[in-house]
């Protein structure tokens, strides 16, 4: 029996675009857009970042150094939640009904500089009883540590936990874990999945 639900965050709950980001330093340094993650990926400074090995300051100096953009904290604090799209791809009534009778938990790998943008900016994120993110937990998808500390938020047993991720490999994760789980394709997806598991 479920007695969890268990959510990831970014194009789950919230979608994002990193175009949009990319777009913006392409403005600021010349770089162009369809470089910039290039550039980025071999440096480890987002996985650092949101395994919570690097402090957001030290990662924004780091990679405004590599990037050779000159901007505050701030400034590039806006450009980096830039990302974030408004419309939510679950409607804020689908988390309500949930969290009137299930444990609600949000697990997500992601760093401090976005969730404090989506706190502030997703209401709908008062629903979840539990926050497991990747940058406090010290780790991060498909690691098993970030699994536990998921169950343990959930309060029952990984088998009694229904998880939806857009990731193929943390479900898999997951699912090595115990845990049911599901990829993520849709609200109406999500809905029907939870049908058949839960009393809806």
């Known amino acids: 029996m479920i007695k969890a639900v268990i959510f990831d965050l970014g194009r789950v709950i919230v979608p994002f675009d990193f175009t949009r ?32 090995q ?10 405004s150094t590599l990037l050779g953009l000159h901007c505050t904290y701030e400034e590039f604090c806006d450009i980096w939640t830039s ?55 010290g780790a991060m998808k498909p690691s098993p540590l970030i699994y536990e500390r998921a169950v343990q938020a959930a309060g029952c047993l990984p088998e009694e936990c229904f998880f939806a991720d857009d990731i193929p490999e943390y479900v898999a994760g997951a699912l090595r874990y115990g845990i049911d789980a ?15 598991r839960i009393d809806w």
């Open 21 to 52: 980001g990319y777009a913006r330093i392409e403005t600021m340094t010349g770089i162009p857009a369809a470089d910039v993650p290039g550039l980025i990926r071999p440096t480890g400074l987002v996985e650092r970042l949101e395994s919570g």
């Open 54 to 63: 690097i402090a957001p300051r030290d990662f924004v100096n780091q990679l």
């Open 83 to 137: 990302i974030f799209l408004p419309d939510t791809l679950i409607p804020e009534s689908l988390l309500k009904g949930i969290a009137a009778r299930y444990r609600l938990v949000l697990l997500s790998n992601t760093n401090a500089i976005h969730f404090e943008m989506i706190r502030a900016n997703y209401p709908l994120l008062r629903h979840f009883h539990a926050l497991v993110l990747s940058h406090e937990v």
């Open 182 to 196: 599901v990829q993520f394709q849709s609200a109406t997806q999500i809905e029907t999945e939870l049908r058949r």
